[in-house]
């Protein structure tokens, strides 16, 4: 068993008889009354985020987890197929549990958190970012904007991401995963 004072990003613990991944917390200790924590939950078996307010000095119930390197292999429909690095065992997920699949591709090593009792493959943590080709992106008329234009671009893996109008086919940019924006150009 942990407390709230044992709360961290990345976390996986069980509540609501269910398991859930820390992705935002905050401790508050307003002028009246007693000290709380707010955090962001987010269900690692069907992704939805719920926020939720411990008490300060609650118990939570802390689930022991282990994170394995992987490779991305290839997807069929909704399964995607990883391999480990280390044992060459091959797993399918299914596409609910990734944050970014559209960003993910061939080739792409991920982190793998799985459960330590059950053996079983909890959720994946993709690289903080990721560099892609644009495929098709419309040409940027200059001059007709004031600042901060962007249009949207298509790249390798087949998502859509706002950039800039400079960015043109061809050029391979720098994408966060998280927010799946984009970050930068990146020159070879």
Known sequence: MASTSDIRNGLCIKFNHDIYKIVEFLHVKPGKGPAFVRTKLKSLTNGKVLDNTFSAGHKI???RVETHEFQFLYAEGDLYNFMHTETYEQIQLNKAILDAPDLLKEGTTVK?????ETEAPLSVDMPASVILEV????PGVKGNTSTNATKPATVETGATVNVPLFINEGDKIKIDTASGQYMERVKE
């Open 61 to 63: 119930d802390e689930v």
């Open 112 to 116: 793998v958190i799985i459960n330590a």
């Open 135 to 138: 495929t098709y992106s419309e």
